[in-house]
């Protein structure tokens, strides 16, 4: 399998690349999980060059179908797990308020059945939780 790098390799896929780290997205396969619809919100995407990232990434799994083979997106199963997601991680923020908080410190607070990804995923549409880099964040009350 390819590495997302070694395909989307130029400046203007920064933002992007930087986006694929957060979420711990490494190889092209990784990529059936993006939510590229979110992308232009959330790291301010142009349309242009959000469908080019788009088509780039439906190009390669045309030419790279064992990409596709056992590939699912996310289960009911999953989904019952994340349903009060962000309100439980707002507990956790709450009661480390003044503190930094690192995913590995998250997943054990949330238990098992959650994915980095989807604590990421919440956190990112949170007006409460500030972002230091990938895997530390820290609690920023509304006033």
């Known amino acids: 399998m390819d590495e ?13 690349l930087s986006y694929c780290d957060l979420h711990g997205f490494k190889r092209m396969r990784d990529l059936m999980g993006c939510r590229f619809e979110e992308l232009p919100e959330l790291i ?3 349309p242009m060059l959000l469908s080019r990232i788009k088509a780039i990434c439906v190009l390669y799994f045309r030419k790279h179908p064992e990409c596709l083979v056992g590939a699912k997106t996310k289960t009911k199963a999953s989904s019952s797990n994340t349903e009060d ?15 930094l908080i690192h995913i590995s410190d998250l997943s054990k607070a949330i238990g098992k059945g959650v994915k980095r ?9 949170q007006t409460w939780c500030k972002i230091v880099d990938n895997t530390t964040f820290f609690y920023a009350p509304k006033d």
């Not at 997302?4 to 992007?16: M, N, P």
């Not at 991680?89 to 480390?96: E, H, K, S, Y």
């Open 117 to 125: 990804n989807d604590i990421i995923h919440v956190l990112e549409h």
């Open 4 to 16: 997302i790098k070694q395909i989307y390799c130029g400046d203007s896929y920064t933002a992007f």
């Open 44 to 46: 301010h995407l142009s």
């Open 85 to 99: 997601l962000a309100d439980r991680l707002l507990v956790v923020f709450q009661q480390n308020a003044n503190k």
